[in-house]
């Protein structure tokens, strides 16, 4: 195996790492599921189930990445005691990191779609009644499906194919940057118009009418699901990137760094969507339990449609999207090749030239899930819905209950190494009394977070 890459920069890690956590549903479902369950309440319980669930799990999964500096390929077979078995976790992981990519990569592919459709002021004609059946013919357009989703699997696997700071780390930090420009400036032009008031108003103040109308253990249990899913824990996708740093910094402080970008840019999207909708569309229309990313191509391209010079704001949107969406899609494919190289002596190039054309085979259930499958279903689910069902609600938990269980239990790497390598560099530091809720709460807590969303979805 080559010598391993380490990035070049702090601030490549951090960007990196937090491009990876922050994904689509940042960006359309967490402010919609903010309105719908009470607005400032729904944050503030996010907010401290972020801080009991999601940067402890995130500590787990960095410090095993950094202590084994190796991907979910081998780290566990480099920190486990002789005669255990946790090494076989690199099959979830793995497994975990291909099925959210079949899917992921394929609505990528919508956003690149929609992207030109506002570069070009197409969809601009489209009225405002028709964008629903406008956006099904889009995506039930299979050859135009295929080629968005496979120009982004080939983008993204060849800028990793250019090594790790010279491809990824480079591509990805000016990315993001871009996307925090992005967002931020979209944030500030929507916050001037008309309905911006209101529209923040339901965002962050709960009001008593607001209150009466939803359920506290709803709102809970919402709060809690987005807090643990949206760090993107448990298939090893964030370890890789510990085992490129050094132990100067410790993982506490980068978790919550990291878990702050993540935050703000799901806080941010907020600031464009509200007083946008309150603007041109009467309000907030979806609803929680079902919105989608089908929201982002029928409520708020009717929007975009109706605003002053709503194609430079729709292409920019949608610019963004492709952003948060790519950032995420390169930080999966820079563990898949990490994985490849640690068990076969292939290069980048090569093991990026294979997997382009293994993916491109792979996505395609998805693709045709849309189109000419669109009647097939398992579970009740197309195979796009089921591939994401599987690893938001059975992989991600479970991956991050093992990555707990393996960091705490002495029948695992112990609490000992694993505190000492969370907490090795300066900076803030995981404290000596958390340790009997990490080794019994949190692995309890999330084994029935899965359990209540399986049960939710088959009753």
């Known amino acids: 195996m080559e010598q391993r890459e380490k990035f070049s920069s702090r601030l490549g890690f951090l960007l990196i790492s937090a491009g ?4 689509l549903g940042n ?10 369950y009470g607005g400032a309440l729904f944050v503030l319980i996010y907010l401290a189930f972020l801080l009991i669930l999601g940067i402890p799990v995130l500590c787990a999964e960095l410090s095993v990445g950094r202590a084994s500096q190796r991907s979910i390929a081998t780290s566990f077979e480099q920190l486990e005691k002789p005669g255990q078995e946790w090494h076989w976790m690199k099959l979830l992981g793995i497994g975990g990191n291909y ?3 079949m899917c992921y990569t394929v609505i990528a592919g919508w956003m690149l779609i929609y992207f030109f459709k506002y570069l070009t002021g197409d969809i601009l004609t489209v009225p405002a009644a028709e964008l629903g059946a406008h956006f099904g013919s889009t995506i039930g357009n299979t050859g135009l499906v295929i080629g968005s989703t496979f120009a982004t699997i080939v983008i993204c696997f060849l800028i990793c194919s250019l090594g790790l700071q010279k491809g990824v780390e480079r591509i990805t930090k000016y990315m993001m940057l871009a996307l925090f420009a992005l967002i931020i400036g979209l944030a ?3 916050c001037t118009l008309e309905g911006a008031g209101e529209g923040l108003k339901f965002y962050l103040i709960p009001s008593a009418d607001t209150l009466k109308n939803v359920n506290i253990g709803t709102v809970i249990s919402a709060a809690m699901g987005q807090a643990f899913f949206t760090l993107s824990v448990g298939i090893g996708a964030i370890a890789i990137f510990g085992s490129y740093i050094g132990r100067d910094r410790s993982l506490m402080g980068e978790a919550v760094t990291i878990t702050a970008l993540d935050t703000f840019i799901a806080l941010a999207s907020g600031f464009i969507i509200f007083p946008a909708c309150f603007t041109y569309n009467g309000g907030v229309t979806a609803d929680a339990s079902t919105v989608g990313a089908s929201f982002l191509f029928t409520t708020l391209s009717s929007i975009f449609n109706a605003m002053p010079g709503g194609r430079i704001i729709g292409a920019l949107f949608f610019l963004f999207m492709i952003f948060a969406a790519y950032s995420t899609v390169i930080a999966v494919f820079e563990n898949i090749i990490a ?29 045709f899930s849309c189109g000419i499958w669109g009647k097939v279903s398992v579970l009740g689910m197309g195979f796009l819905d089921l591939e994401d069902f599987i690893v938001s609600n059975i992989l991600l938990p479970l991956g991050s209950v093992i990555y707990v269980v393996f960091c705490t239990s002495r029948y695992g ?5 694993f505190h000492g390598e969370v907490n090795a560099g300066s900076g803030l530091k995981l404290p000596k009394w958390i340790r009997t809720y990490m080794t019994f709460v949190l692995p309890v807590i999330i084994i029935v977070l ?3 969303s399986l049960a939710g979805k088959f009753t």
């Open 20 to 23: 990876c956590a922050i994904g």
């Open 27 to 36: 960006v359309y479902r967490f402010p919609i599921i903010t309105g719908a």
């Open 99 to 101: 099925l959210l990519m």
């Open 188 to 190: 500030v032009y929507c």
């Open 339 to 367: 994985f490849w190289m640690e068990l076969t002596n292939l290069k980048r190039p090569v093991i990026a030239i294979i997997n382009i054309g293994l993916m491109m085979v792979l996505s395609l259930p998805a693709v």
């Open 413 to 417: 790497w112990g609490w000992q190494s």
């Open 450 to 452: 899965m359990v209540v």
